[in-house]
């Protein structure tokens, strides 16, 4: 996955923002800090440190996501 993002990052801020569009407008904002957390700390590279903290971080976007 941080592969394709990093080859097309326009299509992720794309897919996001659609993301955001077919949610609730009172979860915005929690939605959109998930997506930050998601690429805190992410470098342009696919060395092994940026795809674990990459895997890490998905992690926890998938749990603060679906909590409501």
Known sequence: MLSLILINEQMFTDLKAQILASQAV???QRLASCFDKLMADITRSLDSKNRDKFTQNLTIFR???RVK
Request: proline share 0%; glycine share 0%; aromatic share 16%.
């Open 63 to 65: 749990h603060d996501f």
């Open 26 to 28: 009172d979860q915005h």
